[in-house]
Nanobody, 115 residues
Framework: QVQVVESGGGLVQAGGSLRLSCVASGSIFINVMGWYRQAPGKQRELVAGISTGSRTNYADSVKGRFTTSRDNAKNTVYLQMNSLKPEDTAVYYC??????????WGKGTLVTVSS
């Protein structure tokens, strides 16, 4: 059974930083890992993705502020968030896609940025 668990969310003031972590456990060979977020009343959107070879892509709204990285040996992905803005407030979800194309999701971690 595959489990995806996020951690690191919390409350931070605008301009501050947070680091999210996500671990995927179980019998799984992971291809792409990514971070998504969903703000109240909005659709879930891609924030950042990273391949096994550490190729990354980012939403335009976070480029230059967020950085994702991963440890393939630990099936772990990180999201370093700097210069946070109130509009970054959302539930952040980790996604792990297996080499077979199956998506696994975490339950999410709440990030709240106060102005």
């Amino acid at each position: 059974q595959v489990q995806v668990v996020e951690s690191g969310g919390g409350l931070v003031q605008a301009g501050g930083s947070l680091r999210l972590s996500c671990v995927a456990s179980g019998s799984i060979f992971i291809n792409v890992m990514g971070w998504y977020r969903q703000a109240p009343g909005k659709q879930r959107e891609l924030v950042a993705g990273i391949s096994t070879g550490s190729r990354t892509n980012y939403a335009d709204s976070v480029k230059g502020r967020f950085t994702t990285s991963r440890d393939n040996a630990k099936n772990t992905v990180y999201l370093q968030m700097n210069s946070l803005k109130p509009e970054d407030t959302a539930v952040y979800y980790c996604n792990a896609m297996s080499i077979g194309g199956i998506n696994y999701w975490g339950k999410g971690t709440l990030v709240t940025v106060s102005s």
